[in-house]
């Protein structure tokens, strides 16, 4: 396994450990977790595009592992009152629309690529959640909830606008 795949695995390992945090109120810790496994995305990508060490493996893995990552710590926070849960089930229902026609057009050979508001949707999401983070650890400072919250509400349009985006251009999968 190269190094792309490690680091995306380990994405994926931190997860049970970021829980475990956030349920035991260690904001902080939490935080950190959240930051560094963010920091593995940005870097398996750079690492296996500089070193043509793309795999698979990675293809499919590497966004997995992101939805794991931010899922995980959307489904926390609705639990606590910090996201709202129809927030979630908007998320929940583009990330379910998406895959599902991406198998449908891999049945059919077709690939439907990511596209770049798709990648903006992830990065508000990846911005937002440790934002809203901090506010649990600096609850008194309004201009970082303010801005987890704007994060969180403009992550929620990007999803929307991805989803409405992938939907149309890829409307030919549903007449297959």
Same mark, same amino acid.
């Given at each position: 396994?190269?190094?792309?795949?490690?680091? @995306?695995?380990?994405?994926?390992?931190?997860?049970?450990?970021?829980?475990?945090?956030?349920?035991?109120?260690?904001?902080? +810790?939490?935080?950190?977790?959240?930051?560094?496994?963010?920091?593995?995305?940005?870097?398996?990508?750079?690492?296996?595009?500089?070193?043509?060490?793309?795999?698979?493996?990675?293809?499919?893995?590497?966004?997995?592992?992101?939805?794991?990552?931010?899922?995980?710590?959307?489904?926390?926070?609705?639990?606590?009152?910090?996201?709202?849960?129809?927030?979630?089930?908007?998320?929940?229902?583009?990330?379910?629309?998406?895959?599902?026609?991406? @198998?449908?057009?891999?049945?059919?050979?077709?690939?439907?690529?990511?596209?770049?508001?798709?990648?903006?949707? @992830?990065?508000?999401?990846?911005? +937002?959640?440790?934002?809203?983070?901090?506010?649990?650890?600096?609850?008194?400072?309004?201009?970082?909830?303010?801005?987890?919250?704007?994060?969180?509400?403009?992550?929620?349009?990007?999803?929307?606008?991805?989803?409405?985006?992938?939907?149309?251009?890829?409307?030919?999968?549903?007449?297959?």
């Amino acid at each position: 396994m190269n190094l792309p795949n490690k680091l @995306t695995v380990a994405r994926v390992i931190a997860v049970p450990f970021f829980i475990f945090c956030y349920i035991k109120g260690y904001a902080l +810790a939490a935080f950190l977790l959240f930051i560094a496994a963010s920091l593995t995305d940005m870097l398996d990508g750079q690492i296996a595009r500089k070193y043509n060490l793309i795999t698979n493996f990675g293809k499919i893995m590497d966004p997995l592992a992101d939805k794991i990552l931010v899922y995980s710590a959307f489904c926390m926070m609705v639990e606590d009152g910090t996201v709202p849960g129809f927030m979630l089930i908007i998320i929940l229902a583009r990330e379910f629309a998406v895959a599902g026609m991406r @198998t449908v057009a891999a049945s059919e050979g077709i690939v439907v690529a990511a596209g770049m508001s798709g990648k903006i949707k @992830t990065v508000l999401q990846m911005i +937002a959640v440790p934002l809203l983070l901090l506010v649990g650890v600096l609850p008194d400072v309004r201009i970082l909830s303010l801005a987890a919250q704007g994060f969180l509400w403009a992550s929620l349009v990007m999803t929307i606008v991805s989803g409405a985006e992938y939907i149309y251009q890829n409307r030919n999968v549903f007449s297959m």
